[in-house]
């Protein structure tokens, strides 16, 4: 068996970079979801699905370098969860505009606007952090940040549920629009389990 002696293999970090900049593209795809007609939501799927496939790509990749390289840039474990959690929120966000368009919803509830609006921040700062992951500086910031949202995501979606509950919709309506908005929280606590990851990283490298 050949095993690669690089004494840290740098191709991770490139991967990892890769697949944050993707969830800014989902994310945008989210935000124009928002103000699109119903006509225009069926492209909008079809562009989400293959920035899911290019992020399942990634994933593969970098399952792939870590079964084949001897040694890592930081723990196995750690690397698995990382892009494992960064997978988890593109097919979040893929889910949510599929589920839009399955359940031919035409009006999404005030308030899911703000929770795309987090995962927008949120996704950026992730793509903003990935990098620095090679030299471990700067991350503090990110990952308290990135904790703060998830706990704003929170609010706003106990909000979302109550406004669904509140009587102004009808039995079905509410069972739609609620696996839309729960799915978009789990996209939200995606985020902070990369986050949570990326401290776990750092301290175990500091």
């Known amino acids: 068996m050949r095993f690669s002696l690089t004494p840290k293999e740098t191709s991770f970090y490139d991967m990892f970079a890769a697949a944050a900049e993707n969830l800014v593209v989902g994310s945008k795809l989210l935000l124009e979801l928002l103000g ?12 989400m699905r293959a920035a899911e496939h290019a992020g399942d790509d ?35 966000m893929e889910e ?46 990110y990952w308290i940040e990135i904790n703060r949202l998830e706990n704003q995501a929170d609010q706003i979606h106990r909000k979302l549920l109550a406004h669904l ?28 389990h990369v986050a949570n990851t990326v401290e776990t990283i750092a301290v175990k490298e500091s």
């Open 36 to 47: 699109s007609d119903v006509s225009a939501r069926a492209e909008i799927v079809e562009r």
């Open 58 to 92: 990634t994933t593969h990749a970098i399952f792939h370098q870590l079964n084949s390289s001897f040694i890592t840039p930081f723990d196995r474990e750690d690397i698995y969860s990382l892009a494992s959690s960064l997978d988890d929120i593109m097919d979040f």
């Open 165 to 192: 509950f509140s009587g102004q919709y009808d039995a079905i309506e509410v069972l739609k629009l609620k696996q839309v908005v729960d799915v978009l929280e789990e996209a939200a606590d995606a985020f902070e």
């Open 96 to 141: 949510a505009v599929d589920l839009v368009v399955l359940y031919d919803i035409e009006t999404l509830p005030k308030g899911v606007e703000q929770q795309i609006e987090v995962l927008a921040r949120a996704a950026e700062l992730t793509a903003d952090a990935m990098p620095r992951l090679r030299g471990m500086s700067g991350l503090t910031e």
